[in-house]
T-cell receptor, first 110, second 112 residues
Framework: EDQVTQSPEALRLQEGESSSLNCSYT??????LFWYRQDPGKGPEFLFT???AGEEKEKERLKATLTKKESFLHITAPKPEDSATYLCAVRPGGYQKVTFGTGTKLQVIP | EAQVTQNPRYLITVTGKKLTVTCSQNMNHEYMSWYRQDPGLGLRQIYYSMNVEVTDKGDVPEGYKVSRKEKRNFPLILESPSPNQTSLYFCASSLIPGEKLFFGSGTQLSVL
């Protein structure tokens, strides 16, 4: 059974204080790993897709990396507008189902 | 503007009263899916559809039905809702199955 575990559940940072969010996964033949951002009362918004170990993607203050067992979302010098819940999801090879983690709720304090 | 539209945004109903939540996308995506989001459990997939008339169960399909008669629409049907189906529901679509999903704004359902 595919599993996605995200840590920590919640993270509080001072503005400018860099940190990383973790996504550990167990999946039969990873087809893709995805990061989404979800603001309160809204649907998740796509951020990144990673396909193979060693791959990295960047967008503004966010950088996602992938190993064979986990992915990290690095947040450099965060701003209050980066406050949101960050979701990780995986798609196994040969299947069209997607399994999500429970998310990390990030709060960035000015 | 590319979007996934869900209706209604909020719905309060009673046990056993059939309801339908509509979902429509304007991006000509073949893949569409439904999720429910519950505190501590995250997003769980209910059903997905690869194309018109092609649907399959996700991880939590019990108590739900779907249909895909047109490419743009993918309604979620609860024929006899129960209180344990109280949840926040999201519809999503994508060009590549399960990848880079576009989500609707959600439907908050309360079954009394």
């Amino acid at each position: 059974e595919d599993q996605v575990t995200q840590s920590p559940e919640a993270l509080r940072l001072q503005e400018g204080e860099s940190s990383s969010l973790n996504c550990s996964y167990t999946v039969s033949g990873l087809r893709g790993l995805f990061w989404y951002r979800q603001d309160p009362g809204k649907g998740p918004e796509f951020l990144f897709t990673l396909y193979s170990a060693g791959e990295e993607k960047e967008k503004e203050r966010l950088k996602a990396t992938l190993t064979k067992k986990e992915s990290f979302l690095h947040i450099t010098a965060p701003k209050p507008e980066d406050s949101a819940t960050y979701l990780c999801a995986v798609r196994p090879g040969g299947y069209q189902k997607v399994t999500f983690g429970t998310g990390t709720k990030l709060q960035v304090i000015p | 503007e590319a979007q996934v539209t869900q209706n209604p945004r909020y719905l309060i109903t009673v046990t056993g009263k059939k309801l339908t939540v509509t979902c429509s996308q304007n991006m000509n995506h073949e893949y569409m899916s439904w999720y429910r989001q519950d505190p501590g459990l995250g997003l769980r997939q209910i059903y997905y559809s690869m194309n018109v008339e092609v649907t399959d169960k996700g991880d939590v399909p019990e108590g739900y039905k779907v249909s895909r008669k047109e490419k743009r629409n993918f309604p979620l049907i609860l024929e006899s809702p129960s209180p344990n189906q109280t949840s926040l529901y999201f519809c999503a679509s994508s060009l590549i199955p399960g990848e880079k999903l576009f989500f609707g704004s959600g439907t908050q359902l309360s079954v009394l």
